[in-house]
């Protein structure tokens, strides 16, 4: 059974860092590519960024590229979401996906697996 587990999501001011994490369990962890979607209240749910199976890829929204840093650690089947200089439109749920593309596509129905999700709100 797969299972995506976010954590670290909080309340921080603008300006500031979060780091999310996802533990993985039920499948080969490094043979899935991995992502992170955010959805803001009333809006769609948008890609942030992917890393590809090896690390050797990563692929980032225009909207935090610079600011955000996705990693992976294979060994303890976690992804990571490093978040900083956050703005206030960054605010939404965060959620971790995976799925055994083959390059990290950006489209929500690409991705067959997902987490539950972890509050990020930035305040102004």
């Known amino acids: 059974q797969v299972q995506l587990v976010e954590s670290g999501g909080g309340l921080v001011q603008a300006g500031g860092s979060l780091r999310l994490s996802c533990a993985a369990s039920g499948f080969t962890f490094s043979r899935l590519t991995m992502g992170w979607f955010r959805q803001a209240p009333g809006k769609e749910r948008d890609f942030v960024a992917g890393?590809?199976?090896?690390?050797?890829?990563?692929n980032y929204a225009d909207s935090v590229k610079g600011r955000f840093t996705i990693s992976r650690d294979n060994a303890k089947n976690t992804v990571y979401l490093q978040m900083n200089s956050l703005k206030p439109e960054d605010t939404a749920v965060y959620y971790c996906t995976a799925d055994s593309n083959l390059y990290i596509f950006t489209a929500r129905d690409t991705y067959n697996y997902w987490g539950q999700g972890t509050q990020v709100t930035v305040s102004s």
């Open positions: 890393i590809s199976t090896s690390a050797g890829r990563t």
